[in-house]
């Protein structure tokens, strides 16, 4: 399957790797490189997490994050990538758009 990422979920990983760069030197570039191994996992994996409001929901493996996506047939469509402690009411109104 093959991996596309929303003009949002772009915008989600590149707000949260700008707050760990704050936190520390190279923590930002080590968020983006564990997010997109755990992308190049959806490729094998797509449809087998939980799903929330629609989507399916893979928790990412070091930071505390969750990709949330769709599954049409050849195509991983990632929604957003949101920090686990996310109002569940923002989260929410956000899958649903």
Do not use: W
Request: with cysteine; net charge negative; aromatic share 10%.
């Amino acid at each position: 399957m093959r991996v596309e990422l929303r003009t949002e979920a772009r915008n989600d990983i590149f707000d949260a790797a700008s707050f760990y760069e704050i936190q520390r030197e190279g923590l930002g570039n080590e968020f983006v490189e564990s997010v997109f191994a755990d992308l190049a996992v959806l490729e094998l994996q797509a449809g087998v997490h939980r799903k929330i409001n629609g989507c399916h929901r893979k928790l990412t493996t070091r930071f505390p994050y969750g990709i949330y996506y769709l599954v049409d047939s050849s195509i991983v469509d990632v929604v957003a990538i949101l920090h686990c402690r996310e109002n569940p009411e923002t989260r929410d109104e956000r899958l649903n758009r």
